[in-house]
Nanobody, 124 residues
Framework: QVQLVESGGGLVQAGGSLRLSCAASGRTFSRDPMGWFRQAPGKEREFVAAISTSGYNTYYADSVKGRFTISRDNAKNTMYLQMTNLKPEDTAVYYC?????????????????WGQGTQVTVSS
């Protein structure tokens, strides 16, 4: 059974940092692009960042560019999101996802497996 489990969320003050992890089990995802999305209350799920199979290519939403860094360790079947200089508007549930199908990295419709999410709350 394929499972993605996020961890590392929590409450942090504005300007602080958090590191999210996404551990995959039940299948090796070293040949699949992966991504992070987030969803705030009353809003649509939005793209945060994505990473290619090798980790060489990364993609970011404009709102997080320069503050967040996505990475992956294929040997551990794990993906990370290092978040720095956090802002209150970053508050959301963060989801990791695996992309098996074609299409761009930015639409959540193009991802096939999802984690349960981890809450990130940034206080002002």
């Amino acid at each position: 059974q394929v499972q993605l489990v996020e961890s590392g969320g929590g409450l942090v003050q504005a300007g602080g940092s958090l590191r999210l992890s996404c551990a995959a089990s039940g299948r090796t995802f070293s040949r699949d692009p992966m991504g992070w999305f987030r969803q705030a209350p009353g809003k649509e799920r939005e793209f945060v960042a994505a990473i290619s199979t090798s980790g060489y290519n990364t993609y970011y939403a404009d709102s997080v560019k320069g503050r967040f860094t996505i990475s992956r360790d294929n040997a551990k079947n794990t993906m990370y999101l290092q978040m720095t200089n956090l802002k209150p508007e970053d508050t959301a549930v963060y989801y990791c996802a695996v992309k098996l199908r074609g299409g761009n990295y930015y639409s959540y419709h193009n991802y096939d497996y999802w984690g349960q999410g981890t809450q990130v709350t940034v206080s002002s």
